[in-house]
């Protein structure tokens, strides 16, 4: 296959798609017959939304955060565009998955979050951005533990608008805010359904009722969160979608706007995918290298038993096609228990997971395994609220706790369960020291004067491995070899034995090269007109 070095000028950037052909034969999303929809990026929109009047396209976004538009162009059109030194790319089509008496959910005491909320500390003062399908407002959404409104916002990226009042057709995006906000709390008990019940809530929708939106409808999402970053004093963002990757994580641009978002100080966290289990099946934002990309484990539906806990069945693995080690975390992503409304499209399709008594719906996935960790690192920002994007990445990895078997050793490749799975506790009140993402520089990478690649790479067996590292434990040959005997046990905690040492926090990068063994067989264009499954619907676990 032959393969396309991203060549960056210093004005226009020109970014061709490794293995893409000039022009596809799919229509994007609002093209019709002999038009696609694309983003086309220059020096800065002025320079883009010339150069698309000038061929007599149609400009359908403006896209500031990654110097872009979208567009509707005719092939003739785009065969002019494509004569000029600027950035080109498919406008890609994502979709999401697929008075009442609150029960306890079970993931606040299992990730430690409860012991916090015992002491006071639930999120509040940090502003969370939640980009997804849009958000119905029970009360428990609506208000915090006060009673007082702590929704500010909410901003419709589709329509370019204010977003309308319970707008959430398909259920996705309120589901996901109740995990990580819901401020209802058990009958009879003072346990909160919500990781950080406290937080103040921003809801972006940039997803329709079937769960389908675009590149540009998303880009234009987090952009307006980044243009409001100092109004609302927003400290983290949760995307819980994923689309497979069709390019270098540095040249894909929704890519680009996530990579914005953590410049501009917003910690990212985003979903590994529901894609798994086999390695390098890591999504895009997730693939992004200073993201927390966050997979899934479940408590097997036994939540006072910690020895059954294991690994999600449909949580991806990496390593990223760069070579860099996803996900940086685990956290729990089955059965998950959270406000829908009864209408929306999710319920409707699957009826028996829905109790309307409660107003609540059953739901596996690793966009609610995302959901869960930005909770926690809200709680984590309210307890240090100086922490940077990359401090917070850095205490959630060393303090996270590895799935080990009887014998001590790691029972899941790094490349399925990156850290361990996330203990908000010890986040919070352990005062670990340290910052990741060492030996990558975002503003290089983002004016294209550098792009890095990790330490995972691929032996002549077909195994994975982290270099410059001999022991034979990390070497992984992408087969699932565990049972469901093997555990997660509260015996093993973070020891020397398994500390992430900077190898393991992808520091000192490599400087990306054409060097890695697996990238003839790597295609992209495979992925580049196919709907993107952002959370697709997965059975419970």
Known sequence: MKKTVAVWATSLVLVLVLGAPALLDCDGPGGGAGSTSVIVQAKDVATAAQAVRAVGGQITHALTVINGVAATLSVAQRQQLAQLPITISENRSIRVASGSTYVDTYYPTLLGAALLHAEGILGSGVTVAVLDTGLYEPKPIRKGPDGKDRLVDKYDAVHDRTAQAKDDDSGHGTHVTSILASSAQASGTSLYNGVAPGVTLISVRAFDGMGEGTYADVIRGIGWIIEHRAKYNIRVLNCSFSAPPSSHYWEDPLNQAAMRAWQAGIVVVTSVGNTGPDPMTIGVPGNVPYVITVGAMTDSSTSADRTDDRLASFSSAGPTYEGFVKPEVVAP??????????????????????????????MSGTSQAAATVTGVVALMLEANPNLTPDEVKWRLMSTARPGVDAAGFLQYSIFQQGAGV?????????????????????????????????????????????????????????????????????????????????????????????AYPWISAYLWSDALCEPVAINKWVNQE
């Open 422 to 514: 996330v203990d908000a506790y010890a986040a919070v009140r352990d005062q670990v020291e340290g910052y990741a993402n060492r030996g990558l520089d975002i503003g290089k990478d983002l004016a294209g004067l550098e792009h890095y690649g990790g330490r995972a790479n691929r032996n002549a067996l077909g195994g994975y491995y982290i270099m410059n590292l001999s022991a034979d434990g990390y070497v992984w040959n992408g087969a699932y070899s565990w049972s469901s005997a093997y555990l997660w046990s509260d015996a093993y905690l973070w020891s020397d034995a398994y500390l992430w040492s900077d190898a393991y926090l992808w520091s000192d990068a490599y400087l990306w090269s054409d």
């Open 333 to 362: 992503g089955g059965h998950m228990l959270g406000i829908m409304p009864v209408k929306a499209t999710i319920p409707l399709e699957h009826p028996e997971y829905y109790d309307s008594g409660k107003e609540s719906f059953t």
